[in-house]
């Protein structure tokens, strides 16, 4: 399973990016991809997902700020992020699951400047 994430980069807060991971290796169209996200100093956490039949979740702390979205053909997940925060500064990585096991992808950084 490989899954290669790009469109980090510095912004400032109120600012947007979007973030894309191209996945490979799974059948996609009926996996739930995700994003999750490693900040500094802290644990790794599972951000937002989007299920097959496009059912989306959300951590609290980007709820209507984040959304994911899918492109079953591309094999990619995208994330659009609003508003953006100094806390939302971390490496972001591309989820899945295969198996029963997690897979995260190589990671992009995204920095939030106040």
């Known amino acids: 399973v490989q899954l290669q994430a790009s469109g980090g980069g510095l912004v400032q807060a109120g600012g947007s990016l979007r973030l894309s991971c191209v996945v490979r290796?799974?059948?996609?169209?009926?996996?739930?991809v995700g994003w999750g996200r490693e900040a500094p100093g802290k644990q790794r956490e599972l951000v937002t997902n989007?299920?097959?039949?496009?059912?989306?979740n959300y951590v609290d702390s980007v709820k209507g700020r984040f959304t994911i979205s899918r492109d079953n053909i591309r094999n990619t997940v995208y994330l659009e992020m609003n508003s953006l925060k100094p806390e939302d500064t971390a490496v972001y990585y591309c989820?899945?699951?295969?198996?029963?096991?997690?897979?995260w992808g190589k990671g992009t950084q995204v920095t939030v400047s106040s």
């Open positions: 989820h899945t699951v295969r198996g029963g096991m997690d897979y």
């Open positions: 290796g799974i059948n996609f169209r009926i996996n739930t």
């Open positions: 989007i299920t097959s039949s496009r059912n989306t």
